[in-house]
């Protein structure tokens, strides 16, 4: 069984908010599905996003990638 990952733009999903907003790396780099772009924050703590499914769907699993950050918190 194929799985799609029902949370790239590609198929319907949306970033509807995000604190922050950089011109050359928008919140939409977080589901455009090119590994070679990405979402740019102000740095300052906290940043959030909301995606919009278009559909339900069923989370197995999430990946967020973070980097030169100072720390995550859960």
Known sequence: MR??????????SEVILATSSDEKHPPENIIDGNPETFWTTTGMFPQEFIICFHKHVRIERLVIQSYFGKQILH
């Open 3 to 12: 799985k799609i990952d029902l949370c790239l733009s590609s198929e319907g």
